[in-house]
């Protein structure tokens, strides 16, 4: 499965050796199966786990007050000078089953049925639509 991984060392003591630390770390957690170099504090996995348990691993790399997002992607993406290899890696990855496809836009509630009441307003504003 696919993660992105985002670091936001907001606590003044985290630097680069905590990131580099975070870095080895998430390689050692995908086994070599990430991405790194394309955004500052941006990781993407492939690791055989779910988005809190991977939270939780990488925890103790962070500093207290930094802040880590974990979440899963699926195999829809889109990229801008990313270097010719990054569309190969990305299509050699695992990105897992998602189930069933997310539902389609919610279609507008049906009208309610005329009664005899509003049968004479209905005929007036269909009539009036033509």
Known sequence: ????????????????????????????????????????NFWLAQINNDAPKIRNLLRPHLKPGDRIFVARIAQNWAGLNMGEKFPNWMNDRQFGNFGAPAPAAAAPAPAPAATEEDSSSSEEDSSSEE
């Open 1 to 40: 499965m696919m993660f992105m991984i985002v670091y936001n060392p907001r606590n003044p003591e985290s630097g680069e050796e905590n990131t580099k630390n975070l870095d080895a770390a998430i390689t050692d957690l995908s086994r070599g199966r990430r991405s790194g170099g394309f955004f500052n």
